[in-house]
């Protein structure tokens, strides 16, 4: 038996990706947009996991293209970080806002 509290259940994954990150309006379409690179490590109907090299903090909002074909990005907001031992790189988790 699992101890897992998510809505949905993950699935593994190894795949690199670029997201972004919009800090000047609360609309991604508007202000600069500022790219990111990650792998998801795993993904769910409700989010995803991805290592990061960005410390972004529990609260930012973050979008995503192309996931699980989508053509819209994404939105996402981040639940948590934390930095892995001896690494420059975070294991962050998002949760989809749509």
Request: hydrophobic share 35%.
């Amino acid at each position: 038996m699992t101890n897992d509290k998510r809505r949905h259940p993950r699935r593994p994954a190894d795949e690199d990706t670029i997201y972004y990150a919009s800090f000047d309006a609360a609309d991604s379409t508007e202000g600069d947009r500022i790219h990111f690179l990650g792998t998801i490590t795993n993904i769910s109907a409700s989010g995803i996991g991805i290592k990061v090299l960005f410390e972004h903090q529990p609260g930012d909002r973050v979008y995503f293209e192309g996931i699980d074909g989508e053509e819209k990005p994404r939105p996402a907001v981040v639940r948590w970080l934390k930095s892995q031992d001896r690494s420059d790189w975070f294991d962050m988790g998002v949760e989809f806002l749509q």
